[in-house]
């Protein structure tokens, strides 16, 4: 199946809820546009206390990449479009590569 294809057939809707400071819970469906109807779904969840640690470690001058909620959340999204990519599959399409796919957006309604 080409992007198109699958443009044409799904979107995805995100959830994102922090559930009672204690963890970040995201959650992406598949959704068939032709009956509205999850065909599928993955979620995520992050210990905000742990994952808010480690956002401030990466903020050191010898940090090799510092990271902050937003990156955590749009690289969690992009990992949530490649398993659906490769369940699809989606020919010659890799959600991960910010190079090739910097804009996400087009499979969020």
Not at 11 to 40: S, W
Not at 44 to 57: A, E, L, P, R, V
Not at 63 to 87: C, G, N
């Amino acid at each position: 199946m080409t992007i198109e294809q699958f443009l044409q057939n799904f979107y995805c809707k995100v959830d994102i809820q922090n559930q009672g400071n204690i963890n970040l819970a995201i959650t992406t469906e598949t959704i068939r546009r032709a009956d509205n109807v999850v065909v599928d779904r993955v979620k995520t969840n992050y210990d905000i206390q742990d994952m808010s640690q480690k956002i401030g470690d990466s903020q050191t001058a010898i940090s090799l990449m510092p990271f902050d909620w937003e990156k955590i959340v749009d690289h969690t999204k992009r990992a949530h479009i490649d398993y659906f990519a490769q369940r699809a599959p989606i020919d010659d399409f890799y959600a991960l590569d910010r190079q090739t796919n910097s804009d996400i957006s087009k499979f969020y309604q």
